[in-house]
């Protein structure tokens, strides 16, 4: 069975510096995967030319056998790909439920929005979407008015609501709580499965605690891939970064 | 328009709160209309002139031609108060609508000009001996306003379709329309293009077999006028109220975030522009009979910048708040470069610092301020440092993010 995304041999650089470096990752359909690695390593770039932010200058992208290297952003996330952002962005000028009316599932073409109405469907998702992630009772407030964790669940419902067949998740646990953490961790943990969940993260307790698979990079460059308990004791992996 | 929605505005955030319709909102507008479109002809043409009702011709053709300015000032808020794309030639579109309309009179002069020609006056005069070709068809009334309309939307389909498509945007974006416009104003005073040079067009004598120094005439174009204004009030009003409306409102505040949701932005900014411009192309249509005239000098790089002056004084991002502006600036126009002909710049100038200083959100946001109980000087003094960054119209085509978080701005355009 060919993996859902493939990144191959992929390098990208900026000034010539080289951001990835002849990078290959390959993900199965439902895995959660999370990517570590020191600042630099890549984790960010990785996922820019994912979600065509970025494009690469050698090697290709492949999602579900389509090769997607040259799409546009919201080409890409047509085909399932959603993205958390490292800070949270939400839409400050509009409230919460109509942010996550803004990201609903559906056409998004200018015209059939000019007159689209919200489907029954698509409201029962939002309201499902609002209790998962806690912020029923703040539906009518301005996005821009909530707090900083508040902020990043609401990015993570925006993102929930796409159903995405691929989660890509830039640090979500930054700047959370404990408490907040925890939930987190469930909540990505039961995305797992139905869909494929990739997070990058510097929190080691974090991945620890969710990971199945952790891909380990260095420099542009995959250094390790494996079982957390296997990738941990590795003394590259342990050198450049989990020992420091 | 869901259920959910919030029907109150949040004073806090009276830039962002403005995305939201106001209540008072399309009462303005309505009763702008009312008295564009019905009250003023009426008075103009009902009562004797000895009446103390009467209202003069001079002031329907003034309210008309304000009329016009708010028209323009509405399409403009759509496209830059919604959408976040600073135009600098909205008086391009704006003139293209009037040549349309001006070619139209024109042509309906017939023989009556100067040189008793069938050819407009100025073309006897270069002596051309037939009509170029892209006069043809505008003797016909439906056809040239027809024009009025698609002219414009084309020229800012295409230019908007590379410019968005690039990626070019903020003040990069405004910098180029400028460019645009005077690239089209040193067109339009060649005479060889064909529009009569800088002279334009002018010495109209009846539209649709109506003459135009008929006060009647001129009432009648002032209530179409008004009319025109409700009805642009009223489609940029649904427009916004749409999930494609407040698409464009999330695209102003995050542009990078509306693409990783699986919008086009580029199709977005194409609409919003293109029906600004059809609308400007309107409004210059119902223009040029009023004034009489029409030349490359409406299509000064000034007037554009004064367009979104009018909309920044009123208020980005209410509609209304235009309405009032391009009313309020022009009406102090009118009368002050009658009453002190050399400070009318320095006018304008003091009222646009004032406004981004004092009332960045335009003197609707003060005016609903009052109306919320919230002290006028409280909410000044209160608001002004975190409203500055945002609100100054130089830096508001980059989007207002200063409420937004961090991070807003994070993910906008990579180079």
């Known amino acids: 069975m060919s993996a859902q995304l493939q990144v191959d041999k992929v390098t990208v650089s900026f000034d010539g510096f080289r951001a990835l470096n002849d990078l290959t990752?390959?993900?199965?359909?439902?895995?959660?995967?999370?990517?570590?690695?020191?600042?630099?390593?890549?984790?960010?770039?990785?996922?820019?030319?994912?979600?065509?932010?970025?494009?690469?200058?050698?090697?290709?992208?492949?999602?579900?056998?389509?090769?997607?290297?040259?799409?546009?952003?919201?080409?890409?996330?047509?085909?399932?790909?959603?993205?958390?952002?490292?800070?949270?962005?939400?839409?400050?000028?509009?409230?919460?439920?109509?942010?996550?009316?803004?990201?609903?599932?559906?056409?998004?073409?200018?015209?059939?929005?000019?007159?689209?109405?919200?489907?029954?469907?698509?409201?029962?998702?939002?309201?499902?979407?609002?209790?998962?992630?806690?912020?029923?009772?703040?539906?009518?407030?301005?996005?821009?008015?909530?707090?900083?964790?508040?902020?990043?669940?609401?990015?993570?419902?925006?993102?929930?609501?796409?159903?995405?067949?691929?989660?890509?998740?830039?640090?979500?646990?930054?700047?959370?709580?404990?408490?907040?953490?925890?939930?987190?961790?469930?909540?990505?943990?039961?995305?797992?499965?139905?869909?494929?969940?990739?997070?990058?993260e510097h929190d080691m307790d974090f991945v620890r605690s969710i990971a199945q698979k952790v891909t380990v990079l260095h420099e542009g460059s995959v250094l390790a891939e494996g079982q957390m308990s296997d990738v941990q004791n590795d003394p590259k992996v342990v050198e450049v970064y989990l020992g420091a | 328009m869901s259920p959910a929605k919030p029907t109150k505005a949040v004073p806090t955030l009276a830039g962002f709160a403005a995305a939201r319709p106001l209540h008072w909102n399309s009462w303005v507008a309505g009763v702008v209309c009312l008295v564009v479109g019905v009250i003023i002809p009426v008075l103009n043409v009902g009562p004797s002139p000895r009446s103390a009702f009467h209202i003069s011709d001079f002031f329907v053709t003034l309210v008309g031609k304000l009329t016009c300015y708010g028209i323009v000032a509405v399409a403009m808020d759509l496209v830059w108060g919604y959408a976040g794309v600073l135009s600098l030639c909205h008086a391009v579109f704006f003139a293209l609508g009037g040549y349309a309309m001006g070619m139209y009179l024109m042509r309906a002069i017939g023989t009556e000009g100067n040189y008793r020609s069938l050819l407009p006056d100025f073309m006897v005069f270069l002596d051309w001996k037939e009509l170029p070709w892209y006069w043809e068809g505008f003797n016909r009334f439906g056809f040239a306003m027809a024009m009025a309309l698609i002219v414009p939307g084309v020229v800012a389909f295409i230019f908007g379709f590379f410019a968005f498509r690039s990626r070019i945007g903020g003040v990069y974006f405004s910098i180029v329309t400028q460019a645009l416009t005077y690239a089209a104003m040193l067109l339009f005073f060649r005479n060889a293009t064909g529009f009569g040079g800088n002279n334009g067009l002018t010495d109209f004598k009846r539209i649709l077999g109506y003459p135009l120094r008929e006060p009647s005439t001129r009432a009648a174009l002032c209530a179409i006028t008004g009319l025109a204004l409700g009805l642009t009030y009223a489609l940029c009003r649904y427009i916004i109220g749409s999930r494609a409306g407040r698409v464009m409102t999330a695209m102003r505040d995050a542009e990078a975030k509306v693409?990783?949701?699986?919008?086009?932005?580029?199709?977005?900014?194409?609409?919003?522009?293109?029906?600004?411009?059809?609308?400007?192309?309107?409004?210059?249509?119902?223009?040029?009979?009023?004034?009489?005239?029409?030349?490359?000098?409406?299509?000064?790089?000034?007037?554009?910048?004064?367009?979104?002056?009018?909309?920044?004084?009123?208020?980005?991002?209410?509609?209304?708040?235009?309405?009032?502006?391009?009313?309020?600036?022009?009406?102090?126009?009118?009368?002050?470069?009658?009453?002190?002909?050399?400070?009318?710049?320095?006018?304008?100038?003091?009222?646009?610092?004032?406004?981004?200083?004092?009332?960045?959100?335009?003197?609707?946001?003060?005016?609903?301020?009052?109306l919320k109980g919230g002290g006028f000087l409280t909410k000044y003094f209160g608001g002004l440092g975190v409203k500055r960054a945002a609100a100054g119209p130089e830096t508001a085509a980059a989007a207002p993010v200063s409420t937004g978080g961090p991070g807003v701005g994070e993910e906008q355009e990579q180079p």
């Not at chain 1, 539906?139 to 067949?165: C, F, N, V, Y």
């Not at chain 2, 990783?260 to 029906?275: H, I, M």
């Not at chain 2, 009406?331 to 009318?344: C, D, E, I, Q």
């Open chain 1, 25 to 200: 990752l390959h993900l199965e359909a439902g895995e959660l995967r999370c990517i570590v690695g020191p600042n630099g390593a890549g984790k960010t770039t990785l996922m820019d030319i994912i979600t065509g932010k970025t494009r690469p200058d050698v090697g290709t992208v492949t999602f579900e056998g389509k090769d997607i290297t040259r799409f546009a952003e919201h080409e890409i996330v047509a085909l399932g790909i959603g993205r958390k952002f490292q800070r949270p962005t939400v839409f400050p000028g509009h409230t919460v439920f109509e942010n996550l009316e803004l990201t609903s599932h559906g056409p998004k073409g200018v015209f059939k929005m000019l007159f689209a109405r919200l489907t029954a469907d698509q409201r029962q998702a939002i309201e499902k979407t609002l209790e998962l992630i806690g912020l029923t009772d703040h539906a009518t407030r301005l996005a821009g008015l909530l707090s900083h964790g508040q902020k990043q669940w609401l990015e993570i419902g925006m993102l929930l609501i796409q159903q995405p067949k691929l989660l890509l998740v830039d640090e979500p646990v930054a700047g959370m709580t404990q408490q907040e953490i925890e939930r987190t961790e469930e909540i990505l943990s039961g995305l797992a499965g139905a869909h494929t969940v990739v997070v990058v």
């Open chain 2, 259 to 370: 693409r990783f949701s699986g919008y086009d932005p580029v199709a977005y900014k194409l609409f919003a522009w293109t029906v600004s411009a059809m609308l400007c192309g309107l409004a210059g249509a119902l223009y040029v009979p009023q004034v009489g005239i029409i030349n490359p000098s409406e299509m000064q790089p000034s007037s554009s910048v004064e367009i979104a002056i009018w909309v920044a004084v009123g208020g980005r991002g209410t509609l209304a708040g235009a309405i009032l502006g391009a009313f309020l600036v022009n009406g102090a126009k009118s009368w002050l470069t009658v009453a002190f002909p050399t400070a009318w710049l320095y006018f304008l100038g003091v009222l646009f610092v004032v406004v981004t200083l004092v009332v960045p959100g335009g003197i609707v946001e003060s005016f609903s301020g009052l």
